[in-house]
C-alpha cells in the first residue's frame, strides 16, 4: 500500500470518528496555538516597545545615571553624591558638538484637578526645555517651557489637549488660563502656556480601554523643575540621572563612554561608594529582548507540556484504535501484508491526527494574538520559524507516540487478530 493510499484510510479513519478525532487533537490545538499565540503576542509587545522608544529619541536618546561602585563602602546615597546642574552644563559645554539636547526631569508629583464635582488626577513632570525630545510631543498651540521660564522657576504649565477640552473647552482656549493643581498638601496656580497633542501607544491604548475615565482626560502636564524646585523650598537643584539627545552619525556607546570617563574622573574620582554609568537605546531594547524571551520561554516550555499530554492523548486513541481494527488488520496480514505496511498505516494516521491538530492550532493562535493585539493597538505578524517549529513539532509527536500503537499493530498475530471478537 502506498503513501497516498495510507493517507486516504486515515482521513476516512477520522471521518467515521469525529468526535473521538476532534477530542484527540485538542491537546495538540491547545498547545500549538499557546505557542502561536505567546509568539505573536511577544512580536507585539516587542514591536510596541520599539515604538515607545523610538518615540522618545530611539538610538539616538542614553540616559546617565548614579550607581554604587563594585567595591562600594556604603550602599545608600548623599547629597553630595548626585548631579548637580554645573555638572549638566559643564557636560553640555565640553560635548557641544556631539549633543541635540540636554534632557532634565527634576521632579515628579501626583496631584488632583478639579473639575466640577471630580476630583481628576494628574501627574506634575518637573522639565527642562530640552525634555521635549525625550517626548517627541507636538505643540499644537501656544509653546513648549523655555529657558527662561526654567531660570525664573515660573510657574507656567504645558498640558494635553484632552485636558484643554475638558477644562477650557478648546485647544487655543486654554493657552493664558490658570490651571489649579493640588498636591503636597496645598494648591498651586500655573498658568498654561501651551498643548500638546496626546499620543496614544499600544500600552496605553490597552489601558484606556479597560479604563472609560481615561477617554477623554491625559494625565501628564510638564513644568519648569524649578518652579517645583520652589514648593519643595530648594535653591539647588540635583538629579539622580539625566538624558543627552545625540546628534545624527554621533556613536551613541562610543559618546557615553567618554561623557562617562569625564565625569567620573572629574566629580567622582574620589567619591568612596559612587559612580556615573549609563544606559543607552540598544541596550534597553536589549535587555527588555531578555526578559520578553526568559517570558516566552517558560510560558512555551508549560505549552510543550501540554502538547506532551496531547501526544499521549493520540497514543491512547490510536490504541483504541487498534484494538478496534484488530480484524482489519488480520485479514491485511492474511493477504500478505508485511509488518512495515501496518506500522506505517498507524503512525501516518496518528501523524495526520497531529498535523490537523497542529494547523487549527496555528489558526487559533494567529487569531488568538491579533485579538490580543486589535486590544492594544498594535498587530504584529506571527513568526515563521514559529509556525515551522510547530508543524514539525507536531509532526514529531505524531511519529512518537503513534510508533508504539503502529508497532504492536504490526506484531498482532494474523490468526488470532482473525479470531478477535
Not at 362 to 381: F, K, R, S
Request: with cysteine; net charge neutral.
Amino acid at each position: 500500500m502506498n503513501l497516498f493510499e495510507n493517507i486516504k484510510m486515515a482521513l476516512a479513519s477520522l471521518k467515521s470518528n469525529k468526535m473521538r478525532a476532534i477530542l484527540t487533537m485538542l491537546g495538540i490545538i491547545i498547545g500549538i496555538s499557546s505557542i502561536i499565540m505567546i509568539t505573536t503576542l511577544g512580536n507585539i509587545l516587542r514591536k510596541s516597545l520599539t515604538d515607545t522608544l523610538n518615540s522618545q529619541g530611539g538610538s539616538k536618546l542614553v540616559a546617565f545615571q548614579i550607581t554604587l561602585k563594585p567595591d562600594y563602602v556604603r550602599d545608600y546615597y548623599m547629597t553630595e553624591d548626585l548631579i548637580t546642574e554645573e555638572m549638566i552644563e559643564n557636560v553640555s559645554k565640553r560635548f557641544a558638538d556631539e549633543i541635540q539636547d540636554i534632557v532634565i526631569q527634576g521632579g515628579y508629583e501626583s496631584g488632583k484637578v478639579k473639575y466640577r464635582r471630580e476630583d481628576l488626577d494628574v501627574y506634575i513632570n518637573g522639565v527642562n526645555p530640552g525634555y521635549i525630545a525625550r517626548t517627541s510631543d507636538e505643540i499644537i498651540a501656544g509653546r513648549y517651557i523655555n529657558d527662561k521660564d526654567l531660570a525664573k522657576g515660573a510657574h507656567v504649565c504645558v498640558i494635553g489637549e484632552k485636558q484643554a477640552l475638558k477644562l477650557y473647552g478648546g485647544i487655543k482656549e486654554a493657552v493664558g488660563q490658570r490651571f489649579t493643581v493640588k498636591f503636597l498638601g496645598q494648591s498651586h496656580d500655573f498658568t498654561v502656556i501651551g498643548v500638546f497633542k496626546t499620543k496614544m501607544t499600544a500600552m496605553m491604548s490597552a489601558m484606556t480601554s479597560m479604563n472609560t475615565t481615561a477617554e477623554d482626560w491625559s494625565e501628564d502636564l510638564y513644568v519648569p523643575y524649578r518652579a517645583l524646585s520652589k514648593i519643595y523650598g530648594r535653591s539647588d537643584e540635583t538629579f539622580f540621572a539625566y538624558y543627552a539627545l545625540v546628534n545624527d552619525g554621533v556613536d551613541p556607546t562610543d559618546f557615553c563612554e567618554r561623557v562617562k570617563d569625564y565625569m567620573n574622573s572629574r566629580y567622582y574620582r574620589d567619591n568612596d561608594s559612587i559612580e556615573i554609568r549609563y544606559m543607552t537605546g540598544e541596550a534597553e531594547m536589549a535587555m527588555m529582548d531578555q526578559v520578553m524571551g526568559i517570558v516566552s520561554m517558560v510560558i512555551s516550555i508549560i505549552a510543550g507540556i501540554s502538547l506532551i499530554v496531547g501526544g499521549i492523548g493520540v497514543m491512547n486513541i490510536m490504541l483504541v484504535s487498534v484494538t478496534e481494527r484488530t480484524r482489519e488488520i488480520g485479514v491485511r496480514k492474511a493477504l500478505g501484508a508485511p509488518n512495515s505496511a501496518i506500522r506505517s498505516q498507524f503512525i501516518i494516521e496518528s501523524i495526520i491526527i497531529c498535523l490537523i491538530g497542529g494547523f487549527i492550532g496555528i489558526i487559533g493562535g494567529i487569531l488568538l494574538g491579533n485579538v490580543a493585539g486589535i486590544i492594544v493597538g498594535t498587530v504584529a505578524p506571527p513568526s515563521a520559524g514559529a509556525m515551522v517549529l510547530a508543524v514539525s513539532f507536531s509532526m514529531a509527536i505524531g511519529i512518537f507516540f503513534g510508533y508504539y500503537p503502529a508497532n504492536r499493530a504490526a506484531k498482532l498475530d494474523p490468526i488470532e487478530a482473525l479470531r478477535y471478537e
